[in-house]
């Protein structure tokens, strides 16, 4: 007999870019098929062999993709276009399902579906097929939001998950754990077949012996899948004992693509499999909804809760992640994103500004990305010397989901405000140190006091919708926890009065007039060791204006000074739709960036002493960036504000 094969990638990271020390970029994971490598040779060899795939792009990946190498989007739709790729659907940053309230995982799921419509021109009606985060199933908890009519592809019908789960678990000698230690070939384990309680979805195995030989690492792993084909095709296909199989490779894309710790000559070992099954006649391989074999499935079986084999035992999550999830270590994480979920919650039910409730929302799903997840201790993610503790990227985002709640005030005061100017110093962010939040009916900006005295977030809140101009949070913190510091490597949150070579230096915040029709606030440079010791700020706001003005006074000790500016003009839309939205934009002046109807610039208010240039780290992040320099007199004067176009 034939069987049907179907090969599922997950193509699956944060919002990276480029600049790393201690990983890969963005670029090298996308790769090029001139150099045969990353995720578009993968592609090119489905292509070269006529082989269909089944394919996941994260959310995360997909906007960073759109905003850095929107080439790839391109190839990606060229397959599509030729009926090669089935797309498969999941959560817009992988965050474990099971731990999250139903309100989160329907957003996760419906944002994922946008960005497929959005840069892949596909009807979100067309995905069907579900890939868990992390692959852990929980029934009770999942399947009602699959099925949701609500969601842009009115629900899935499929859920990919490991053949394991189809075996009861519970204990050490549970029929899941014997297969565990000692999996036999069963053709049961290769049959879709309904989830009992599940509303009608539909379970799909991923199948372990498959899985961990594709790629073939040596000839005893090519040898041991030929064999594990060969008994698939023997299969009495007329038996009762089971109904028509269906043999499914899911696993990271990167795996395939030889990507980070994985094995360089994936790439190499993948094309062996793919040219040795394009001439297997009794192989077939499919798209998972184009295969007669799936809209056939077993009778119900009860999926217990579960994820993959190495996760669950070698890694130590727990069959449920609950280990991890609930890791004392994580505590504090969990309670950053407590807080800041429920001070966005309460800005939207009073009555805050909608698109900016929609950038908070939106930055709550991606800092929940691979949520909790823990260094194991082997493995491609593996390192024994920080075994068992949260990894330290996953930190880092568990920490910065507390700009949410800094959007969300913004958001809050955009339908609030009182026409009045306001200055105030306090923590806004509950990272226990006092930011400057500068205010008045047109802008809403929060300065760091701590950190170089940067602007790190200024809001528009003059049209209709109000937007983020300055700041790019969701995008990746590498491994820095603190909020609001200047990030080195990448350099990808620089935000603006960023002061080249004193970006971390401290500053003491004097608020001379706190509200009313201006406010005026001096900052000065209070780091002791620094040649930037004693330069000054002086910042107004002005009650009926959308600008900023900034006076500097340099000390004696520097003679000349750059300081950087970080746009993003409507950042939630930078993010969803990428850097095509993206315009320079010069009047009367000013420079600065636009994007839609939203421009956000700089201009020098003294003219003729200051220079223009372009910062050579404007390869990060969201957004794009602008340099003002000096080499003679002690004060210059700038606005940073925003126009509509």
């Known amino acids: 007999m034939s069987i049907a094969f179907a090969f599922v990638h997950h193509a699956n990271q944060y919002l990276i870019t480029e600049g790393y020390d201690n990983r890969h970029g963005l670029r090298a994971a996308v790769g090029s098929i001139e150099s045969k490598s990353g995720f578009s040779w993968i592609l090119e060899l489905h292509r070269r062999f006529n082989i269909p795939l089944n394919l996941h792009l994260s959310g995360t990946l997909i906007e960073a993709i759109a905003w850095h190498q929107p080439e790839f989007l391109v190839l990606v739709r060229e397959l599509l276009d030729i009926g090669l790729i089935e797309l498969v659907g999941s959560c817009y940053a992988q965050n474990i399902m099971r731990f999250f309230s139903y309100e989160h995982n329907f957003k996760q799921l419906n944002e994922e579906l946008l960005l497929y419509k959005i840069h892949l021109g596909v009807d979100p009606v067309s995905v069907k097929v579900f890939w868990p985060p992390e692959r852990v199933w929980d029934t009770p908890r999942m399947a009602p939001v699959l099925r949701d009519c609500r969601l842009l592809n009115h629900g899935y019908q499929y859920v990919l998950l490991d053949d394991r789960l189809l075996l009861p678990g519970g204990g050490v000698s549970s029929p899941r754990k014997i297969y565990d230690r000692n999996p036999r070939s069963d053709a049961e384990l290769f049959q879709a077949c309904t989830i009992q309680d599940g509303q009608g979805l539909v379970a799909l195995p991923i199948a372990t012996r498959l899985r961990l030989n594709i790629p073939p690492g040596s000839q005893r792993q090519f040898d041991e899948l030929r064999e594990h084909c060969r008994w698939l095709t023997a299969l009495d296909d007329n038996s009762s004992l089971f109904r028509s199989p269906i043999a499914i490779y899911g696993d990271d894309m990167e795996k395939a693509a030889g990507l980070g710790a994985w094995s360089t000559e994936g790439p190499e070992q993948f094309e062996s499999v793919l040219r040795w099954i394009g001439e297997m006649p009794s192989i077939k391989p499919v798209r998972i909804c184009d295969c007669t074999v799936v809209g056939k499935p077993a009778d119900p079986r009860q999926i217990d809760v579960g994820t993959f084999l190495e996760l669950a035992n070698h890694f130590a999550a727990g069959e449920g992640y609950e280990k991890w999830y609930f890791d004392p270590q994580w505590d504090r994480y969990r309670e950053y994103f407590s807080w800041a979920e429920k001070r966005v919650e309460q800005f939207s039910l009073s009555g805050a500004e909608l698109a900016l409730v929609d950038l908070a929302e939106k930055h709550l799903i991606a800092s929940s990305w691979e949520s909790a997840w823990h260094t194991p201790p082997e493995g491609p993610f593996g390192n024994p010397d920080c075994y068992g503790q949260p990894s330290p990227w996953i930190q880092a985002l568990g920490s910065h989901c507390r700009h949410a709640a800094v959007i969300g005030e913004a958001a809050y005061w955009a339908t609030h405000h009182d026409g009045q100017a306001h200055a105030t110093l306090r923590d806004i962010d509950a990272d226990g140190e006092e930011e400057l939040v500068l205010k008045n009916d047109k802008l809403f900006a929060v300065i760091s006091p701590r950190w170089g005295g940067r602007l790190v977030a200024l809001f528009d809140l003059a049209g209709t919708p109000a937007t983020m101009v300055v700041g790019n949070p969701s995008d990746d913190w590498n491994w820095m926890e603190e909020l609001n510091r200047f990030m080195e490597l990448p350099p990808n949150h620089p935000g603006a009065l960023a002061d080249f070579g004193f970006e971390h230096d401290a500053y003491r915040s004097r608020i001379h007039r706190a509200s009313g029709a201006d406010v005026d606030v001096e900052m000065e440079n209070i780091e002791g060791a620094s040649a ?114």
């Open 532 to 645: 930037a010791r004693g330069l000054t700020k002086h910042i107004r706001l002005y009650r009926g204006e959308s600008r900023l003005e900034v006076r500097y006074a340099l000390p004696e000790s520097i003679t000349a000074i750059s300081v950087d500016f970080a746009f993003s003009p409507d950042y939630l839309n930078l993010l969803r739709y990428g850097r095509g939205l993206l315009t320079p934009f010069e009047s009367e002046g000013c420079r600065g960036w636009s994007a839609n109807s939203t421009a956000v610039w700089v201009r020098e208010d003294q003219g003729g002493r200051l220079s223009w240039s372009w910062p050579f780290s404007d390869n990060t992040g969201h957004k794009a960036c602008l340099r003002l320099s000096t080499f003679s007199g002690k004060e210059f004067a700038i606005s940073i504000g925003v126009s509509r176009i």
